[in-house]
């Protein structure tokens, strides 16, 4: 191998390493304070200057995005399994919305640049919420089919029911039994009545 292709591979290793770093101390910081943490407090913990962090990471939303990446691939799992094993439409929206509700809890603060990225077709954040909006009109779809969800009820509005759920249960206000209570008042809103069965009698059993 010759100097300069040595040379060459020594510095995508260290930028790779670099960025590994930046994530991880990014990762920690967010996970104390919130995505409000500044991006020079993350450069000064990663004891990196600011002009590496921001070639990594042109934005706020570029880092936001990145570090999600992994639990994009946790939730898209979760979608896999959900759609594999729970055969009831009803409650597999519901299953869905709870492992959405689980991702936008990832750091304090985080549905607010979600419930933006959503209107700014430019934020690296925008595809990866478009693609969950789609996922949850898969499934709401299933469940208005089935007469399980009410017709008028749009994906995009249970995403969006999710953020501001995920906010609300951040408020002042909110105490320890403010998440379930939230969500709770958001399945009334989209949920149909299930139909009742005959005692001893299973719903789907003939």
């Known amino acids: 191998m010759s100097e300069g292709a040595a040379g060459g591979r ?3 290793t260290d930028k790779q390493r670099n960025r590994t770093h930046i994530l991880e101390v990014a990762e920690e910081l967010f996970v104390e304070q919130g995505i409000t943490g500044s991006m020079d407090a993350v450069a000064k913990r990663a004891g990196v200057g600011p002009g590496t962090l921001y070639r ?9 995005a990145a570090l999600l990446q992994a639990r994009d691939e946790e939730l898209e799992a979760r ?12 409650a597999a929206l ?3 919305l709870q492992a959405l509700n689980e991702w936008v809890t990832a750091f304090d603060g985080l549905p607010e640049p979600l419930r933006t990225a959503l209107s700014k077709g430019t934020s690296p954040l ?34 969006l029911s999710t953020l501001a759920t995920a906010w609300a249960r951040g408020a002042v206000m909110a105490d320890e039994s403010s998440p379930d209570a939230l969500v ?7 949920e ?10 299973s719903e789907g059993l003939s």
Do not use: K, N, Y
């Open 10 to 12: 020594r510095q995508r």
């Open 192 to 201: 149909t009545p299930a139909r009742e069965t005959a005692p001893g009698r």
């Open 126 to 159: 925008a595809i990866t919420c478009q693609g969950f909006v789609t996922t949850t009109e898969d499934f709401l779809g299933a469940a208005q089919r089935d007469g399980a969800a009410q017709p008028w009820v749009r994906g995009r509005d249970l995403f």
């Open 56 to 64: 990594h990471f042109p934005t706020r939303e570029a880092l936001l």
């Open 94 to 96: 519901t299953s869905w």
């Open 79 to 90: 979608r896999v399994a959900i759609q594999r094993e729970v055969t009831d439409s009803r």
């Open 184 to 190: 709770s008042l958001m399945r009334t809103g989209w």
